[in-house]
């Protein structure tokens, strides 16, 4: 079992900056993705981020250019860096590991952008 454990959520000001971070850990041993998804109030959970092995990246259009996903592989986990936050970034945001064809969530983590 993988277990993921995300943290670094809270209150951020428009145009402000947040940082996610999520740790993977337990049976690693070659994980093959690790991403971010979000789900607003009344709304479907989507895909925000991925990062994948050879340190491919790949965002969702509304967040290209103000979000960073990266990754310290010695530790076995992965960031979301967010800047110029926005009140519609507001969200659960959750982080997913895929490793060996199967799929782990984390707990998720609250962010909220208001002034």
């Known amino acids: 079992q993988v277990q993921v454990v995300e943290s670094g959520g809270g209150l951020g000001q428009p145009g402000g900056s947040l940082r996610l971070s999520c740790a993977a850990s337990?049976?690693?041993?070659?994980?093959?993705?690790m991403a971010w998804y979000r789900q607003a109030p009344g709304k479907q959970r989507e895909f925000v981020a991925q990062?994948?092995?050879?340190?491919?990246?790949t965002y969702r259009d509304s967040v290209k250019g103000r979000f960073t996903i990266s990754k310290d592989n010695a530790k076995n986990t992965v960031y979301l860096q967010m800047n110029s936050l926005k009140p519609e970034d507001t969200a659960v945001y959750y982080c997913?590991?895929?490793?060996?064809?199967?799929?782990?969530w984390g707990q998720g983590t609250q962010v909220t952008v208001s002034s």
């Open positions: 990062i994948q092995g050879g340190d491919s990246t």
């Open positions: 337990g049976s690693i041993f070659s994980i093959n993705i």
């Open positions: 997913s590991v895929i490793q060996g064809g199967a799929v782990y």
